[in-house]
């Protein structure tokens, strides 16, 4: 393993570095996933690469690399971001290879290793994300690990020429504490 921040079961996240920007080049290249995350214009890899060093630059925002245990593959990056001690409040943004295999299982046990962190060590009180209302799969899957929806940002995304609505959702360290004692 690659310098193991958090180790989970099959994957394990570590510091993103300036040399996994040319993957995250590629995968927002990806229609599904530059049209949820991205700006929609083209990154080159040296974009890339540039992106990922500003991540580790600005205290506001952490990245993480997902890798997978058995041969350090990198299958997704995170970054929390907006992060605000004072309030102790940040966002979660995932985004998985769209080429890998087990992406689902993936996405899960990353976002449980990612929810611990936020919650028992950055001691965070609440970590919020938003995904396409019509996406219905990544609303399940961030259900299935505790977030709870808030509500629905009407047009807040532009997406292949028109406004797609936005599902608001988070997790109280109170609802993470829970579901910690009941595992």
Same mark, same amino acid.
Do not use: C
């Given at each position: 393993?690659? #310098?193991?921040?958090?180790?989970?079961?099959? &994957?394990?996240? !570590?510091?993103?570095?300036?040399?996994?920007?040319?993957?995250? %080049?590629?995968?927002?290249?990806?229609? $599904? &996933?530059?049209?949820?995350?991205?700006?929609?214009?083209?990154?080159? $890899?040296?974009?890339?690469?540039? /992106?990922?060093?500003?991540?580790?630059?600005?205290?506001?925002?952490?990245? @993480?690399?997902?890798?997978?245990?058995?041969?350090?593959?990198?299958? %997704?990056? &995170?970054?929390?971001?907006?992060?605000?001690?004072?309030?102790?409040?940040?966002?979660?943004?995932?985004?998985?290879?769209?080429?890998?295999?087990?992406?689902?299982? &993936? =996405?899960? $046990? %990353?976002?449980?290793?990612?929810?611990?962190?936020?919650?028992?060590? @950055?001691?965070?009180?609440?970590?919020?994300? /938003?995904?396409? =209302? %019509?996406?219905?799969? =990544?609303?399940?899957?961030?259900?299935?690990?505790?977030?709870?929806? $808030?509500? +629905? @940002? !009407?047009?807040?995304?532009? !997406?292949?020429?028109?406004?797609?609505? +936005?599902?608001?959702?988070?997790? @109280? /360290?109170?609802?993470?504490?829970?579901?910690?004692? #009941?595992?």
């Amino acid at each position: 393993m690659k #310098t193991p921040f958090v180790v989970g079961e099959t &994957i394990y996240l !570590r510091p993103l570095e300036p040399e996994d920007g040319p993957d995250a %080049a590629r995968w927002f290249q990806d229609a $599904e &996933i530059g049209g949820r995350f991205g700006s929609g214009l083209p990154m080159s $890899e040296e974009a890339g690469r540039r /992106h990922v060093e500003g991540l580790t630059r600005d205290e506001r925002q952490v990245g @993480l690399a997902v890798a997978l245990r058995a041969d350090d593959k990198l299958v %997704a990056a &995170i970054r929390l971001y907006s992060l605000q001690p004072q309030r102790r409040s940040g966002g979660y943004r995932l985004a998985l290879d769209p080429a890998g295999r087990g992406a689902e299982k &993936i =996405a899960v $046990e %990353a976002t449980r290793l990612v929810l611990a962190y936020a919650f028992e060590t @950055l001691n965070l009180n609440r970590l919020w994300l /938003h995904v396409l =209302a %019509a996406d219905q799969v =990544a609303r399940k899957r961030f259900a299935k690990v505790g977030f709870v929806e $808030e509500g +629905v @940002l !009407r047009q807040e995304a532009w !997406r292949d020429g028109r406004y797609e609505d +936005v599902a608001a959702m988070a997790m @109280l /360290h109170e609802e993470w504490d829970r579901r910690a004692r #009941t595992r």
